[in-house]
């Protein structure tokens, strides 16, 4: 047996619901199906609001409706020539009119635009006229079945974009964002930025993550990662870059192994193919210094884990002590394995950090003894310990260090970064 559901009420609530409506407002079969949209699956407003009006003509023979609301049930069946529509509220009976152009503009900017794109999301604009009236129209209305005309608009231009174009709907990383305005029946395409993700290693020392202009105008190091990544503007015909990397070392440290995670963010790309098949990633170099891989396209979410998930770091360093050095003096600093290290700002970054005390964990340390005044490390440690200041101990503000457990003066005169392990998986 079928039943009536009794999801909002009873299914007369959605016709006192009309009928208050509509005994104030003049509105058209999409405005008026427009706030039943969540009731049944597959139907165009237009079609939801007719069927309310015919329904409430039928119910009109025997019941007592003033003129207004019987004029109101008029609207959008009879046609303008038979002399009694009313133009909507909500709309100005513009709206048809409206979707039908935007959708034509949508369709014909993105043909002559030349951008190759394959997937698109559509916009739409706040504020407009017919978005502040159809707020007021819901405040009479007394239940949430309603969507908004923003919603409405994108999701059927967006249709006729798929159907002329065969382009695919994409809410995440679309090739274009398709943006209307319903006041102006403006069209306009942006083009969200393409971002790669990929590592970059740094085989030299005295090369800046960013250029390094001083003052004057003249160069404090010859290269940097980001002049090596602007390589990549061309490939994707983009406007702008930016370099988003986890962490940064030290001028003049070096980057090894798989190097440090980076995702590149290019504004305005009109060319977003990433090479596919047996070339699967895009390397960018220059010899010998700098080698940067890109391995695939990434989300805004991705530059956000890169930017914040904790990492562990693997360094080598060697270390000079003025002071003789032994065996003791070894173990000593093997010692500072699995100890939490209490650091504040190092004073040569001072200007440019906010003096704060950090707590970071030593994880592991291998010490060998190179020569009686030089030791090499291996440590692995959490990410943001300053290492050259957990070895000189930077007078005392970080504590312990290598300094402070031997009693030896000692300072890092070479520094590599031989891992950068993000703790949680970086999804691109
Ligand atoms: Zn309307």
């Not at 207004?68 to 100005?92: F, H, I, N």
């Not at 986890?246 to 090894?256: S, T």
């Amino acid at each position: 047996m079928e039943k009536l559901a009794d999801v909002w009420g009873y299914p007369s609530k959605i016709l006192e619901a009309s009928l208050r409506v509509l005994s104030r407002y003049q509105l058209c079969d999409r405005c008026l199906g427009r706030l039943f949209a969540r009731l049944g699956r597959g139907l165009d407003n237009a079609e939801r609001g007719r069927a309310i009006k015919v329904f409430l003509r039928m119910l009109s023979t025997n019941s007592e409706f003033s003129k207004k609301t019987l004029d109101s049930l008029q609207e959008g069946w009879l046609a303008p020539s038979e002399g009694r529509l009313e133009v909507c509220y909500v709309c100005g009976s513009k709206l048809d009119e409206i979707i039908l152009e935007l959708s034509d503009k949508a369709v014909k900017s993105l043909k002559e635009s030349g951008i190759k794109v394959s997937s698109f999301l559509v916009g739409v604009k706040a504020g407009s006229d017919i978005e502040k009236r159809q707020n007021e129209v819901i405040g009479v209305l007394g239940l949430d079945t309603w969507e908004s005309v923003r919603r409405e608009v994108k999701r059927l231009v967006g249709k006729a974009i798929t159907r002329e174009l065969s382009l695919t709907p994409d809410f995440t990383n679309p090739d274009v964002i398709v943006v209307l305005d319903l006041t102006e029946r403006k069209v306009e395409l942006r083009i969200p930025p393409l971002i790669l993700g990929g590592r970059y290693v740094k085989l030299g020392r005295f090369i800046s993550q960013m250029p390094w202009i001083r003052s004057n105008g003249s160069r404090k190091y010859r290269l940097s990662i980001y002049e090596v990544c602007e390589d990549v503007l061309r490939a994707f015909n983009g406007a702008g870059l930016v370099l988003h990397a986890a962490g940064r070392e030290d001028v003049d440290a070096r980057a090894l192994g798989d190097g440090r995670p980076l995702a590149l963010e290019i504004k305005e790309a009109t060319t977003k193919d990433f090479p596919q098949g047996e070339v699967k990633a895009l390397e960018l170099k220059r010899e010998p210094w700098i080698h940067i891989v890109l391995n695939s396209k990434a989300s805004r979410e991705y530059v956000r884990l890169i930017k914040t998930a904790p990492a562990r770091k693997t360094y080598r360093a060697v270390i000079f002590s003025s002071s003789k050095l032994s065996k003791d003096d070894l173990q000593k600093i093997e010692s500072l394995s699995h100890q939490i290290i209490s650091q504040r700002t190092p004073t040569r970054v001072l200007k440019r950090k906010k003096d704060i005390v950090r707590r970071r964990r030593v994880y592991e340390i291998n010490a060998t003894l190179i020569s009686e005044h030089v030791i090499e490390v291996l440590l692995r440690v959490d990410g943001g310990l300053y290492v050259k200041e957990f070895v000189d101990g930077d007078d005392g503000r970080t504590t312990p260090s290598f300094s402070e457990v031997t009693g030896k003066p000692m300072r890092v005169v070479l520094l590599d970064v031989l891992e950068v392990e993000k703790i949680q998986s970086l999804k691109k």
